[in-house]
């Protein structure tokens, strides 16, 4: 599950709630695309602005429309006690794979972070990938605590914010625990450097342009983009303008990326 | 209501819930001491993990417990939704003003910063405070997005992390716009330089401690514990020791700072 091409697809949604519609869709392409799994509710899944019946109900969309394809779902969250929840929620829905990002508003310490993936490795029974993202979390994992957390039961991958650090950590963890890159921007590059899997952003919307760059395609306007604006904000531009979502699609005070700015390089990239 | 010393509690919890008894507790210590305003479900008092309905107890227990002192209430959140939520939450407590950082997940632009006081100050009809906290909340104000924000309706105090910004803010934002401190150690300098309110920690728990700050006494022994540890994990393990709450009192992952830390430093400083 924790190999190849992992799609993370948007949730659409407006301040009155998600649109089921819209994100069956988005879910539906990706069960008849070329991906080896969907990862809903991640970062671009906006997990993280979700109540936790809004991400139950997101994660039991999923695996209906999954078609049997593999299901990865983001259960992060402040507290411990909603991390729990949801990774019940999820694996309840059928959920095949979990992902957790240690979440912070008081800046976690390392004792922290292991304690809170010792809790929930405790109370799992799928494969669980730990999720590094710095820049969303606030938290900057040292190898050491990435080698500790390797080590605790139903740990099957870490999700590196880019490439750098896949060498070093492969001598570190576990032979089974896969090593993924996300960072649409460093794919390639980390894919052909030993990453096992590519958490994609692009892969959510536009699977085959994803495989495309697997392939050795150069989509650097679009790069440009998602390092300028963030990716969920131009992936919810993207998402309404090729009519699969109606807009607005991301939660206030969030706001897509402007349509003038990523409209010319989708034409450009054919996307 | 933004002057002198604003008072900030703790709120005792465990993965069960708040302590009511001993938040009331706290409370009703500052309702009796030299304090200017009680500031509950601030950074010290948990805010960002408790859910809505934990959030709008807070404020009832707080202005029920505060007989009549000014009391000020944290509506932060990452969605928008929630932060009118709790304004409104707030307002029906009977709360006297309100406090309001630009909690992220994906990192915020200054146009949806912008957008969220816009909002916010549109819906309500209590002064707000800014809340200005790069640590916690990932984004870093501009004094220009300071100064726009200062000059929405409702504005009546910036919070700002440490007192380096008074000066240069002072010439920028409208007259009736307190500037406050937070960063307990830093507050003694910036109420010399001209804050017009320290948004303290200490004065949660130690409210005679914190007045006897601003006269000049020296708490560096502490300060170390808060820069060290986080002043909300110091101020838990205090109000623990002191047999004001129960332990654990702190949302899971967080966890207190050591005891073999904190006790000889509140014996040293006699608090």
Known sequence: MFTGLSAF??????EDGIHKAAFTRLVTRLATADVDAIAALGSTGSYAYLTSEERAKVARITVQAAQGKPVIVGIGALRTRDVLQHAHDAQTAGADGLLLAPVSYQRLTDEEVFGLFE?????????????????????????????????????????????????????????????????????????????????????????????????????????????????????????????????????????????????????????
């Open 119 to 271: 809790d929930v490795t405790r109370a799992i029974s799928i494969p669980l990938a730990v999720y590094d993202n710095p820049t969303t979390t606030g938290f900057t994992f040292s190898d050491e605590l990435h080698t500790a957390i390797a080590n605790l039961p139903h740990v099957g991958a870490i999700k590196l914010p880019g490439g750098e650090r896949i060498a070093t950590l492969r001598k570190l963890v576990p032979a089974h625990v896969r090593l993924g890159v996300s960072g649409d921007w460093f794919a390639a590059e980390a894919l052909a450097n030993g990453a096992d899997v590519w958490f994609s952003v692009l892969g959510g919307l536009f699977p085959e342009a994803a495989r495309a760059v697997m392939d050795g395609a150069d989509l650097e306007p679009l790069w440009d983009l998602f390092r300028r604006h963030g990716s969920v904000r131009v992936v919810a531009t993207a998402a309404a303008l090729r009519g699969l979502t109606s807009e607005p699609n991301l939660p206030r005070p969030l706001r897509a990326a402007p349509a003038d700015e990523v409209a010319p390089v989708l034409e450009q990239l054919k996307l």
């Open 9 to 14: 697809p948007l949730t659409p949604l407006d």
